[in-house]
Nanobody, 124 residues
Framework: QVQLLESGGGLVQAGGSLRLSCAAS????????MGWFRQGPVAEREFVGS????????YYANSVKDRFTLSRDNAKNTVYLQMNNLKPEDTAVYYC?????????????????WGQGTQVTVSS
């Protein structure tokens, strides 16, 4: 059973930065492509970004492109989401997800495993 644990959320002012981490256990981490999604107070869950098994490929939602960066350390079974120049509209619960496929994916249904989420709040 794959288990995912997010951390690093918190309260930050607009223009600030946060780095989210997602630690995986219960499987061979390098077998999974990973993704991040978020859900705001009155919104549906939306795609943020995805990284391939090797880390060579990444894909981002237009709303976060050039501000957010995905990376992974397969030796530490961890994927990171570096978020810069944060905006109030980035406020959401951020979820880490894992899929068995090799490459990136942008829809929630393509991911089999999910973490519990971490809250990110950006004040104006």
């Amino acid at each position: 059973q794959v288990q995912l644990l997010e951390s690093g959320g918190g309260l930050v002012q607009a223009g600030g930065s946060l780095r989210l981490s997602c630690a995986a256990s219960g499987h061979t981490f390098s077998n999974n492509a990973m993704g991040w999604f978020r859900q705001g107070p009155v919104a549906e869950r939306e795609f943020v970004g995805s990284i391939s098994r090797s880390g060579a490929s990444t894909y981002y939602a237009n709303s976060v492109k050039d501000r957010f960066t995905l990376s992974r350390d397969n030796a530490k079974n961890t994927v990171y989401l570096q978020m810069n120049n944060l905006k109030p509209e980035d406020t959401a619960v951020y979820y880490c997800a894992a899929r068995s496929g090799v490459g990136v994916a942008a829809t929630a249904k393509e991911y089999e495993y999910w973490g519990q989420g971490t809250q990110v709040t950006v004040s104006s």
